[in-house]
C-alpha cells in the first residue's frame, strides 16, 4: 500500500497544488477537480514520518458514488467509519454522540501508483462530486468513453492530462521551447482510440511545440524505440523549410511510452 509520503509526491507529480498544510492533515487541489484531497500526517511521535493506513481522505459527497468507486481496482475504502478532522476546509459537518459537529471525509487505501491515477481520473470526470454524472469506470470489458458524459468532461479530462504533461516534461519533450503558453499536450495514441485509463496516462503523451505537435497528429513524424524521430516521405520536401533533421529525439523516454509510441508508428505514422 502507498504512504501518505508516497501520495504526495505523486498528487505533486500530477499537477496538483498545496493548499493546506497541517500537523494532522495536509491538502491539496487541481483544477476542475470539485473538492480539495487530503493526506493524514503523522502524529510528531511517529518513527517512520508517514501514515501508513487509509493515508487519503475525500470528500463525503463521494459516497454517492460508492458503487463506481469501489470498482476501481487497488482501492480500498472503509464506508462505515469516516475521518474526522476540523482542518478538511470545505467538508460537510456530521454530529456525533454527545460531541461537537466536526468535518468528516472518506477513508482510503492505495494498493500502487495505477490505483491512484484511476482515483484522480475517475474524480476528475465526476468533478461535480454529487452523484449527477453517470460515467462508469473504465475495465478491460467496459471501456467506457470519457467523452460520453459530457464535453465538460472531455475538458475536465484535458486539463488534467496537461497538467501531468506538464509537470513530468516541463518544456517541449523534443525542442527547446520551455513557454508553456506555446506548447500543445500531444497523444500519443488519439484521445477517441484510448480507455479511460489511457486518455489521462502520463505515458500517453508528448508536450510539443505547435509544429511537431500538428506533424505528429496528422502523423508526419513519430518516434522510435530510442527517441529518435521519424520523417514522412510525404514531407520529405518540406523538411528543410521546417527545420528538422534526423537527429532530433525526445528528451526521455519510458518503459511505458514504448506501447504508446508502437501503436502511433502502426496507425498514425505515414511512413
Not at 488519439?190 to 508528448?206: A, F, I, K
Request: net charge positive; glycine share 6%; charged share 25%.
Amino acid at each position: 500500500m502507498l504512504n501518505s509520503i508516497e501520495i504526495e509526491k505523486l498528487l505533486i507529480k500530477y499537477g496538483f497544488t498545496q493548499h493546506i498544510k497541517h500537523e494532522r492533515i495536509n491538502g491539496f487541489k487541481i483544477k476542475n477537480i470539485k473538492h480539495p484531497i487530503y493526506t493524514k500526517t503523522p502524529d510528531k511521535k511517529s518513527k517512520q514520518g508517514f501514515v501508513a493506513k487509509s493515508p487519503l481522505v475525500i470528500h463525503s459527497n463521494y459516497q454517492s458514488l460508492k458503487h463506481d468507486l469501489d470498482k476501481i481496482s487497488g482501492i480500498e475504502i472503509d464506508w462505515d467509519n469516516f475521518y474526522h478532522n476540523s482542518n478538511l476546509k470545505g467538508f460537510e459537518l456530521r454530529s456525533r454522540k454527545g460531541k461537537k459537529d466536526i468535518e468528516f471525509g472518506i477513508n482510503i487505501n492505495i494498493s500502487h501508483e495505477k490505483s491512484l491515477n484511476d482515483l484522480i481520473n475517475y474524480l476528475a470526470s465526476n468533478s461535480t462530486g454529487n452523484g449527477d454524472s453517470d460515467v462508469d469506470i473504465a475495465t478491460s470489458d467496459n471501456p467506457k468513453n470519457t467523452t460520453g458524459s459530457s464535453t465538460q468532461n472531455t475538458r475536465i479530462g484535458q486539463d488534467v492530462f496537461r497538467a501531468k504533461l506538464v509537470s513530468y516534461w516541463g518544456k517541449c519533450a523534443v525542442s527547446n521551447v520551455t513557454n508553456q503558453s506555446l506548447l500543445r499536450a500531444s497523444h500519443i495514441k488519439p484521445w477517441c482510440e484510448s480507455t479511460d485509463t489511457e486518455r489521462l496516462d502520463v505515458y500517453n503523451g508528448l508536450l510539443l511545440n505547435p509544429t511537431l505537435d500538428l506533424l505528429f497528429e496528422l502523423g508526419y513524424i513519430s518516434f522510435d524505440a530510442a527517441g529518435f524521430i521519424l520523417l514522412s516521405e510525404k514531407i520529405s520536401d518540406q523538411i528543410s523549410h521546417l527545420h528538422l533533421t534526423n537527429t532530433l529525439r525526445l528528451e526521455k523516454i519510458e518503459l511505458g511510452h514504448h506501447e504508446y509510441l508502437d501503436w502511433h508508428r502502426k496507425y498514425k505514422f505515414q511512413g
